[in-house]
């Protein structure tokens, strides 16, 4: 039985090797499951074939991750060494799996240990395909000798005599972008190509854009440019981003994050122009210079690509870095000719040199993006590997595919230009975590999932019939069959609701005149294609791009969006990318930035300080904040308990287990109660989710994350049906409150506006009196949080790449002037909520508690939680016990999974406490923790009242309630935390900024003596809460979601 | 075959001082380059040597050749147009005859007893082809040299049967296109600077010349890489060194070369421990 997993991956008949591992572990027991996992994990271990060792990492993930904690037959609790959590974070993955493995020896298996090993087989199955494909983009012939050139005296390249004659001519080589029609379910993605070369098949058409309205014409967009100077210097400008530099030194050409240049600095080194061996030498980079060019000279390289917005989905970086590549090899001999087209061995070449750049600069695309360097439209399909190629007897494929230009009739070419239309629907996301999860789905054989890439494998010979002959009705249904089929269903989160909604009301506006949608990249809401008819196609120009920029105004807020949608003009590019020569000097110097609010990213200061002075900003206690990060008083270091504090992990007399169910009576008391309308629920919607679209600034309650009962809904949505149900289940009527903040009250307000009112649910507001404005960090504090925390080690290159990164962020903090205002964005993006412990003392200053009390005098209880606490409903047995307890607060608690970090249940000097993550004297303290705090809270209001010194009658005097909270709040610790805000700025373009700010929190109300609390160790799909996007596959496939869902009730079904 | 002609190409512009140079040679004796080149060809068994010269150097390199046990002829290449017109200019000296062809900016050192020439061309009667000399080089050599993609001869340790020639890779071309199975990696077969051509060469090398799209420079390139898909077309690696004479330190280079492999060997060790000490007791 044991065998019967490694059976499967070693098998050679498809119907054996493709088996799902769903159908392997159905019906088996936990003991079984974990007698196969030892097998995979001494397999993966000895076999050699990278493939099979990959996909044996995959069951192992999937079997911790999924297929054991949904029996239910493990202990939930176990230790999560510190030791294997700080491998995991070195990228020590293997040992990790060691450290897990023994303790689980040791301690026996547990739901705790089993997420730990799933993380670490899920790292080490990346990085073991990572590597490899690393490995492959070295060895390919052309681009291996790059690499053992360590010093300028060996340098093999010489640049062209023709430019280095008198008049310094300039080249100039411009490249169409790709766009991608058939989108085989990412089958692009290396991993897949090189496993499966069979379905690793795309069409992909160059073609050439123009922004509608603005340009002429559409032309290729992008443009590298390339002369000889007299200068011993590599000057480096992109035009786009407006940067320029002269580098002077080998090291520079190496440190991509210091700059907007990354991109101009991989294509120098990918190009050979730099080769990557000689990095480190601590050589000369005029003396290599001098061998390329000649004595005293230098090269100019400049980049542009005609303001085409960042995630068009158009490959537009990946041709910009083949288009720099392409110029360069010309120039040094590395392509036949100065100008015209590239020859195939050349485009093959440039391809390769383009994937080695985007590996050097830390970045990553698939093998089909560099597809704008070959003319037309083409086939592009993976190959097996040869005795003669490097991939051979490593993996079935080659890492480079084949390129077929397709004899598509003129006829039909023109119907599609005069057809299609291409926007940009303007959101900007992650294309990352959907690409990983689908190398997981393919390499798992998930049922669904499969069975739709063998369905897009037919669609696309379908496709391929249609360009060699059929009409463009046949075309567009093809493209729209396979985003609303295949592609949905192996990603899901491919769609969303912007983009659902913009068909559905291009649908209803142009009727039989709208033939279908193409999805043009990794995911839906930047790059997108609509066909219509073409007699409509001037009209449907104008009205789509309205009903995007509609759609998007509704939607901004709770959608992580970067500009304004645009439409494209376009026109399939015949040539691929070709180069000529221009008359005249490069371009001019690099202008100064547009100073323009839409260009530049920041408000005015005079708006910043309106804003302030209307939310009650308080400066007197920002200037002590400042005053304190200054002197040192202050600090992420300082947030931290005392060394000498004795941290414990909590006993069992310290919390209730309500794991498997409260007991009858209990629950039998919280009916009651509930039927007495004693409860209300307040979900914490004032943060601007950080974690959530790393610091872009919307709202994270309205981001409809999930489709439930078949519409997608926000998390506002979902955390009102889950008290509808309780509210219809009891007949009660059950407030919902909404903390909001300056960041989140105006859009929540116009949605909750929108919604249908609900007598058993009504929805109030509660809007935070208190604001912050972010600082710039001091150099201290990146210092410790970048060098003295524990970090997640990135990959070698893009760990590089941070670290360049954070270098140039520490020159920023030190020359914007540590612990000053930051001011230099606009105005919502610097200020900042001072952490969730307001918002409770809100709710008594700005009237919501007494308005409830008067609507529902019976009220005595209120459900805390926070925003993101999917599964937190108004559940009668927890209520029946904390009303049994008679405690002030009743804390929320889980089982800790090893990504459970910031903090839990602790003893702290012997007393039952939660303790943040930033206030743990060492950091190693959080491993000996077996609850995570869910931050949900069961409060009884009367007590609560009674610890701020009021009573229900008091809240009418808002004086007293002030001063009542003012004074509570000097016993609370203020922590110093450093959140990265982003900054938008160009077409599209964002910075990332971290910023200081100062928060106090709901949790360390248990460490006050005079406060009564409880902790209740609930279920983990009750407690767990989804901080980042990324959680969301997960989630949606562990029950979670399917348990959620069972809580509500929807207002339309 | 039968080979006793000898062409020795000496006519670029930037090379013209060059064949005058004097050397000391393995014997201890002073001679100008041309006259040691002109010795390699006599050794290998050639009785007729024609030089080709830059317009008005036929007098001064006539001096350096009066020692010289072979007839030497001098044709003057009358526009510097290239290596490819240089070597079309001796045509008819070689006739319909197989030739042996040596750049006039080397010279060959031999590391096993018979020179380098002789060597080759014994190899070419034997093997009755055309056979270019070729040496193992590093990548980062390749802008200097014509390079051969090649298929080791079976059963041959030192020749290959030639497949294709590119003037002056990039390694980025070299390493797609001519990779030599057996050799060290970034090594690639290159020029030794000595060929033995035959008439259908001869042929081909007109052809390149006479394109409309000629790529001048790479004529002697193509002209073999063509050949090479129509006749049997070899490379041999020799036992021995060239010495390319207009680098940097060239000279200098051969000429320690020739001095520490000849009859004075130990005299100019000697000399060479003396400099080095003189200098360190300087530099200290």
């Given at each position: ?140 012939r052309g ?193 036949a ?8 061995s ?40 040869g005795d003669d ?665 | ?123 070419a009667?034997?093997e009755?082809a055309l056979v270019s000399a070729v040496q193992p080089t590093?990548e980062?050599?390749l802008?200097?040299f014509g390079t051969v993609g090649a298929r080791r001869v079976e059963g041959s340790?030192d020749l290959w049967e030639v497949q294709k020639v590119v003037e002056k890779p990039t390694p980025t071309l070299a390493e797609q296109e001519l990779v030599v199975p057996g050799l060290?990696?970034?090594h690639y077969l290159c020029f030794f600077?000595?060929h033995v051509l035959t008439?259908g060469f001869?042929?081909m090398l007109?052809?390149e ?9 790479a004529e002697f390139a193509h002209a073999l890489s063509r050949l090479a898909g129509q006749e049997r077309v070899l490379a041999l690696e ?47």
């Amino acid at each position: 039985m044991s065998d019967r997993f490694v059976e499967i991956i070693e098998a050679t008949d498809p119907a054996l090797r493709d088996r799902s591992l769903e159908s392997l572990c159905e019906g088996l027991s936990a003991d079984e499951l974990l007698a196969g996992c030892a097998a995979l994990d001494a397999y993966r271990r000895r076999c050699d074939n990278l493939y099979q060792r990959v996909r044996a990492l995959f069951f192992l993930y999937a079997i911790h991750r999924f297929h054991l904690p949904a029996l239910g037959a493990l202990r939930e609790r176990g230790e999560i060494p510190y030791e294997g959590h700080e491998r995991l974070l070195g990228r020590r993955f293997g040992e990790a799996i060691e450290t897990f493995l023994s303790v689980q020896e040791r301690d026996g298996a547990s739901v705790a240990v089993s997420s730990a090993l799933a993380a670490a087989y899920h790292q080490l199955a990346f990085q073991t395909l990572a590597d490899q494909v690393r490995r492959s983009v070295r060895s390919v012939r052309g681009n291996q000798w790059m690499f053992r050139v360590g010093h300028p005296a060996d340098h093999p390249l010489r640049i062209r005599p023709e430019l280095v004659d008198d008049t310094r001519p300039t080249l100039r080589e411009r490249t169409p972008v790709r766009m991608d029609l058939s989108h085989s379910c990412w089958s692009d993605i290396f991993f897949l190509g090189m496993d499966l070369p069979e379905a690793a098949r795309v069409v992909n058409a160059s073609v050439d854009l123009g922004v509608h309205g603005r340009d002429a014409q559409p032309e290729p967009p992008i443009e590298a440019r390339l002369r000889v100077i007299d200068e011993p210097v590599l000057r480096l400008r992109s035009i786009d981003l407006e940067a320029e530099a002269d580098l002077c030194e080998l090291g520079e050409v190496f440190d991509f994050a210091k700059d907007y240049l990354g991109l101009l600095k991989a294509a120098v080194i990918a190009a050979g122009v730099v080769p990557p061996g000689v990095e480190g030498s601590g050589q000369s980079l005029a003396e290599l210079l001098e061998r390329l060019c000649g004595p005293g000279r230098g090269l100019e390289i400049e980049s542009r690509v005609r303001d085409i917005p960042k995630g068009s989905r158009l490959a537009v970086s990946t041709n910009l870095l083949a288009s720099l590549i392409a110029v360069m090899m010309r120039a040094t001999g590395q392509a036949a000719s100065l100008t015209g087209p590239l020859r195939e061995s050349e485009r093959r070449i440039v391809a390769a040199r383009a994937i080695l750049g985007e590996w050097i600069g830390g970045s990553g695309g698939g093998w089909q993006d560099s597809g704008g360097v070959w003319p037309g439209i083409k086939l592009i399909h993976g190959r097996i590997a040869g005795d003669d190629d490097p991939e051979y007897g490593v993996s079935r494929g080659r890492l480079l595919p084949d390129h077929e230009i397709l004899d598509v009739p003129p006829t039909l070419r023109t119907s599609i230009e005069q057809s299609l239309i291409l926007v940009h629907g303007g959101m900007a996301q992650d294309v990352g975590p959907i690409l990983e999860m689908v190398t997981e789905r393919y390499l798992l054989r998930s049922e669904r999932e499969w069975a739709a890439r063998q369905h897009a494998v037919s669609e696309l010979d379908r496709l391929l019939d249609v360009l060699r002959g059929g009409s463009l009705g046949d075309l567009s249904e093809l493209t729209a069959n396979n985003f609303a089929g295949p592609i949905q269903d192996v990603i899901p989160w491919a769609s969303n609701l912007f983009t659902e909604r913009v068909i559905e009301r291009v649908r209803a506006r142009f009727g039989e005149d709208y033939l279908g949608f193409a999805m043009l990249g990794g995911m839906s809401g930047g790059g997108m294609g609509f066909f219509f008819e073409p007699n409509v196609r001037s009209e449907a120009r104008v009205v789509l791009r309205e009903i995007m920029l509609e759609t998007k105004r509704e939607l901004e807020r709770g959608l992580p969006f970067a500009m304004d949608p645009v439409v494209y003009d376009f026109a399939v590019n015949e040539n691929g990318t070709t180069c000529e020569f221009v008359e005249g000097p490069i371009a001019s110097a690099v202008s100064s930035r547009d100073a323009s609010p839409e260009t530049n990213g920041r408000g005015s200061e005079a708006e910043l300080h309106t804003r302030l002075d209307e939310l009650g900003f308080d400066r007197a206690e920002h200037e002590r904040i400042r005053e304190g990060l200054v002197s040192g008083r202050l600090g992420l270091a300082q947030n931290r308990l005392p060394q000498d504090s004795e941290l414990a992990d909590v006993e069992a007399s310290d919390f209730v287990d309500v794991t498997a169910g409260s007991d009858d009576e209990a629950t039998r008391a919280g009916e009651q109660l509930l039927s007495d309308g004693t409860v209300a629920v307040v979900t914490l919607a004032a943060g601007a989710a950080s974690r959530w679209t790393q610091g872009a600034g919307v709202v994270k309650s309205l981001h409809p994350f999930h489709r439930f009962a078949g519409a997608h809904r926000n998390f506002l949505e979902l955390h009102i049906a889950k008290s509808r149900r309780r509210a219809r289940l009891s007949g009660a009527v059950i407030p919902h409150v909404f903390t909001t903040s300056h960041l989140t009250h105006e859009p929540i307000e116009r949605f909750v506006g929108g919604l249908p009112a609900d007598p058993a649910v009504p929805v109030h507001l509660s809007l935070g009196r208190s604001v912050g404005l972010r600082t710039v960090p001091t150099e201290r504090d990146l210092r410790f949080l970048w060098e003295e925390s524990a970090q997640q080690v990135l990959d070698e290159r893009a760990q590089k790449v941070r670290e360049s990164l954070q270098a140039a962020l520490i020159g920023w903090a030190r020359e914007a002037g540590e612990a000053s205002d930051y001011t230099d964005n606009l105005p919502s993006q610097c200020l900042h909520p001072v952490g969730h412990w307001y918002e409770v003392p809100n709710l008594l200053r700005n009237g919501t508690l007494r308005a409830l009390l008067e609507e529902q005098p019976s009220l005595r209880y209120l459900l805390l939680h926070n925003i993101d606490t999917t599964g937190a409903d108004v559940d009668p047995g927890l209520l029946g016990l904390h009303a049994r307890s008679g405690r002030c607060l009743s804390f929320e608690v889980v089982a800790r999974h090893v990504e459970d970090v910031g903090g839990g249940l602790a003893r702290v000097n012997g007393r039952p406490r939660l303790v943040e993550g930033l206030a743990m004297p060492r950091e190693e303290d959080e491993a000996k923790l077996s609850f995570f705090s869910s931050m949900t809270t069961w409060i009884d209001i009367d007590r609560l009242l009674g610890v701020f010194g009021l009573d229900r009658a008091a809240l009418a005097t808002p004086g007293a309630v002030d001063a009542a909270v003012a004074k509570f709040a000097e016993r609370m610790p203020t922590y110093v935390t450093i959140r990265d805000v982003k900054k938008r700025w160009g077409h599209g373009q964002e910075d990332v900024f971290p910023v200081t700010q100062f928060e106090r929190l709901w949790g360390d109300m248990s460490t006050l003596d005079d406060v009564s609390c409880g902790y209740f160790a609930v279920p983990r799909f009750r407690g767990q809460q989804l901080k980042e996007a990324a959680q969301l596959d997960g989630w949606s496939r562990d029950g979670s979601a399917e348990f959620v869902a069972g809580l509500c009730a929807w207002a339309d079904e | 075959m039968n080979i006793t002609r000898a062409v020795i190409t000496a006519a670029g512009p930037a090379q013209r001082s060059l064949p005058l140079q004097q050397l000391v040679d393995f014997d201890g004796r002073e001679k100008a380059a041309l006259e040691i080149l002109c010795a390699e060809a006599t050794g290998a068994g050639i009785r007729s040597i024609c030089i080709v010269v830059h317009p008005g150097d036929t007098e001064r390199y006539r001096d350096a050749t009066e020692g010289v046990a072979a007839d030497v002829e001098f044709v003057e290449q009358e526009k510097p147009t290239g290596y490819a017109d240089a070597l079309l200019a001796a045509r008819d000296f070689v006739g319909g005859d197989s030739f042996l062809h040596l750049v006039g900016d080397h010279v060959w050192v031999a590391t096993r007893g018979e020179s380098c020439a002789k060597v080759l061309v014994e190899r070419a009667i034997a093997e009755n082809a055309l056979v270019s000399a070729v040496q193992p080089t590093r990548e980062t050599k390749l802008p200097f040299f014509g390079t051969v993609g090649a298929r080791r001869v079976e059963g041959s340790a030192d020749l290959w049967e030639v497949q294709k020639v590119v003037e002056k890779p990039t390694p980025t071309l070299a390493e797609q296109e001519l990779v030599v199975p057996g050799l060290r990696a970034g090594h690639y077969l290159c020029f030794f600077g000595m060929h033995v051509l035959t008439p259908g060469f001869v042929a081909m090398l007109e052809q390149e010349v006479a394109r409309d799209d000629r790529d001048r420079g790479a004529e002697f390139a193509h002209a073999l890489s063509r050949l090479a898909g129509q006749e049997r077309v070899l490379a041999l690696e020799l036992p021995g060194q060239r010495y390319n004479l207009g680098e940097k330190y060239g000279i200098l280079t051969a000429q320690l070369a020739m001095a520490l492999g000849g009859d004075e060997r130990d005299e100019v060790m000697a000399r060479l421990i003396e400099v080095l000490g003189e200098l360190r007791v300087a530099s200290s």
